[in-house]
């Protein structure tokens, strides 16, 4: 059973990077045709997907955030990473991390999430 | 403001069927399958529908979807108090490069 956990800070200050990781565990990240993202979700608010990284490290992003977003892989640790960068309150949200089973797949397997706040 | 339309409540007796809609344009759901999670209070979403009309195993088949057009909508049938939570519609989005957008969702509150 494949199972996805986040972790990073739950504190961002404006302006600064918020830093993400998603662990991966039951099985290998690299292994079939896998695409692995991120999600978002303010308080009391619908989903927004942030992006998506395969194994190659090929990536795709929301365009509404391209311009602040890396999202990259570790094999050897079986994990990927989220970037964001400049952030302000708007930003604060349940980050989750998905597996999409496939190009253009559902996201079958989710994380448990993790609240970012962005504060001074 | 979400790219796919959902009306942000809906309700229903238990036993009862309830549908719940989506509506978007040619870019997403006119041209490629929508798939809906369901979000129980405090937890991440969880693969309801895929493929427009598919369950995954272990999702009763109360549960089903249809698409038309640039719409899709996913019944409940037989409504229990369990089915109470939020329901998002999900579509790849080819507009510019291309990208997931999501429904607003729909609460759904089983009466």
């Known amino acids: 059973q494949v199972q996805l956990q986040e972790s990073g800070p739950g504190l961002v200050k404006p302006s600064q990077t918020l830093s993400l990781t998603c662990t991966v565990s039951g099985g290998s990240i690299s292994s079939g045709s896998y695409y692995w993202s991120w999600i978002r979700q303010p308080a009391g608010k619908g989903l927004e997907w942030i992006g998506r990284i395969y194994t190659s490290g090929s990536t795709n992003y929301n365009p509404s955030l391209k311009s602040r977003v890396t999202i990259s892989v570790d094999t050897s640790k079986n994990q990927f990473s989220l970037k964001l960068s400049s952030v302000t309150a708007a930003d604060t949200a349940v980050y989750y991390c998905?597996?999409?089973?496939?190009?253009?797949?559902?996201?079958?397997?989710w994380g448990q999430g993790t609240l970012v706040t962005v504060s001074s | 403001q979400s790219v796919l339309t959902q009306p942000p409540s809906a309700s229903g007796t238990p036993g009862q069927r309830v549908t719940i809609s989506c509506s978007g344009s040619?870019?997403?759901?006119?041209?490629?399958?929508v798939n809906w999670y369901q979000q129980l209070p405090g937890t991440a979403p969880k693969l309801l529908i895929y493929s427009n009309n598919q369950r995954p195993s272990g999702v009763p088949d109360r549960f089903s979807g249809s698409k038309s057009g640039t719409s899709a909508s996913l019944a409940i049938s037989g409504l229990q108090s369990e089915d109470e939570a939020d329901y998002y519609c999900a579509a790849w989005d080819d507009s510019l490069n291309a990208y997931v957008v999501f429904g607003g969702g729909t609460k759904l509150t089983v009466l």
């Open positions: 998905a597996r999409e089973g496939g190009y253009y797949q559902p996201f079958d397997y």
């Open positions: 040619s870019s997403n759901i006119g041209s490629n399958t």
